[in-house]
T-cell receptor, first 115, second 116 residues
């Protein structure tokens, strides 16, 4: 158990809809990262938040947005969903004691299926 | 453009032999490299890492080698065990100032299959 909790574990929805994925980082971790893993693809970095502030952006679509709340949990919002958005979405967190090492602790992922 | 490349989608190794997983990178700013292991239906878990100031790091059966001039790293597992069957991701990061760990750039992964 990594200590990172993601909900829901599975989600099936239709094209054009909007969903919200939730992540609770490990206790005390200030950084939250979102990654997308599509079929036959590696983990694609979407966005990073550090202590409530957006810190880095990767290949995140404009239809997607995220935020980190004062209690440090994070939400990833996916809107106007398309079939190609079907993927496994991972949240990861990192601890301040690991500054510079890059080690991340991953949740089990939220599998999104768009029909 | 993929900055971290794992050119072997899968690798099959006999139990007890050595498994060697390879990874190449293109970004010369990367200064920290990590290997993650992923079982089905689980998130990736950290396995071993190496800083760019080193060329080797060993942890039990796992050793990571870094060749900076070739922009290449490899993960050696010896002896390979059935429980090592998983997808292995190579990842790299660039240090940042100001606190907080860095985001990671991942390769596409190599599916290691250990055969009895």
């Amino acid at each position: 158990d990594s200590g990172v909790t993601q909900t829901p574990k599975h989600l099936i929805t239709a094209t054009g809809q909007r969903v919200t994925l939730r992540c609770s980082p490990r206790s005390g971790d200030l950084s939250v990262y979102w990654y997308q893993q599509s079929l036959d693809q590696g983990l694609q970095f979407l966005i990073q938040y550090y202590n409530g502030e957006e810190r880095a952006k990767g290949n995140i679509l404009e239809r997607f947005s995220a935020q980190q709340f004062p209690d440090l949990h994070s939400e990833l919002n996916l809107s106007s969903l398309e079939l190609g958005d079907s993927a496994l979405y991972f949240c990861a967190s990192s601890g301040t004691r690991l500054v510079g090492t890059g080690e991340l602790f991953f949740g089990e992922g939220s599998r999104l299926t768009v029909l | 453009d993929q900055q971290v490349k794992q050119n072997s989608p899968s690798l099959s190794v006999q139990e007890g032999r050595i498994s060697i997983l390879n990874c190449d990178y293109t970004n010369s700013m990367f200064d920290y490299f990590l290997w993650y292991k992923k079982y089905p239906a689980e998130g990736p878990t950290f396995l071993i890492s190496i800083s760019s100031i080193k060329d080797k790091n060993e942890d039990g059966r796992f050793t990571v080698f870094l060749n900076k001039s070739a922009k290449h790293l490899s993960l050696h597992i010896v002896p390979s065990q059935p429980g090592d069957s998983a997808v292995y991701f190579c990842a790299a990061s660039v240090k940042r100032s100001g606190g907080g760990a860095d985001g990671l750039t991942f390769g596409k992964g190599t599916h290691l299959i250990i055969q009895p």
